[in-house]
């Protein structure tokens, strides 16, 4: 298995978050934080959080089963560890579970976003996708947008896509996937929601490239086969582990449910 989930309380206390707006249009907020031990950066970011309420999301979770999903399915991405800890926000103290992440970006790189950089270089009248496949990235947003459908992302907005550079070495790459708490079953709170949750269903998702659907996303990679590994009907107990006492049996089954209907859906495209 992996050590991606850190079920140990840790005492994160001295990390000072930041309020990032919940972009999907819901009332929370996503809080980030970062840290720089050692001479290493580490990000950090909270499930969706209210004012008075605490954490009440799970998007956190929801980060480590995609990031165990690309690992299976032999895509690259960012790397994330699920830590259960203390944290203190505006002087209140709260016991969750948080994600953790190394930066992504080399000495003496820069970024920028996939959206920034398509509009300072765009031909007139070319849109996204074909601007992306012009300049050599049309096998990353293919695979983006496969993992997106199986995953039902709802934010893939152009920040969420960057372009690493290093001007010195004249160098230009587009980073690992990261940021997938969007995703799954993150609007459902209640046992009676993940139920009724159709797990088949194309929701209006916030897309950079192509349209508000998935699945009418996915069809513009015209059934290429993107992945180098598979999910098989076993991997269940690797997506899953140690997330037990994390979210619910109900919960996990349904989130089951939802990435092996939508391989096999994805498979006979």
């Given at each position: 298995m992996d050590n991606k989930v850190i079920r140990e309380k840790q005492d994160l206390t001295y990390l000072k978050w930041s309020h990032i707006r919940n972009s999907s249009g819901t009332a929370g907020s996503f809080l980030k934080s970062e840290s720089n031990l050692g001479g290493k950066k580490r990000y950090y970011k909270l499930s969706d959080y209210e004012p008075g309420g605490g954490i009440v999301g799970?998007?956190?979770v929801n980060e480590i089963i995609v990031d165990r999903l690309l690992t299976l399915l032999g895509v690259e991405h960012l790397q994330y560890q699920l830590i259960y800890a203390d944290i203190e926000i505006d002087g209140k103290i709260y016991t969750t579970y948080l994600c953790s992440s190394e930066d992504f970006k080399h000495r003496g790189e820069s970024k920028t976003s996939l959206e920034n950089y398509y509009?300072?270089?765009r031909l007139p009248d070319e849109n996204a996708y074909d601007f992306c496949e012009r300049v050599g990235f049309r096998d990353y947003i293919d695979t983006m947008l496969a993992v997106d459908y199986?995953?039902?992302n709802r934010d893939r907005h152009g920040a969420n896509i960057e372009v690493l550079r290093n001007s010195r070495q004249h160098l230009l790459r587009i980073a690992p996937y990261f940021d997938h708490g969007l995703s799954l079953l993150f609007s459902c709170h209640s046992e009676e929601e993940i139920e009724a949750f159709d797990v088949l269903k194309d929701v209006p998702c916030n897309n950079f490239i192509g349209s508000r659907s998935c699945k009418e996303n996915v069809a513009?990679?015209?059934?290429?086969?993107l992945f180098q590994g598979e999910l098989k009907d076993t991997d269940k107990e690797y997506l899953f582990?140690?997330?037990?006492?994390?979210i619910s049996d109900c919960h996990k089954d349904q989130i089951w449910k939802m990435?092996?209907?939508?391989?096999k859906q994805?498979?006979?495209l």
């Open positions: 799970h998007e956190c509009f300072a270089n199986l995953v039902l513009l990679t015209h059934g290429r086969k582990y140690h997330l037990e006492d994390v990435l092996w209907e939508r391989y994805y498979e006979n």
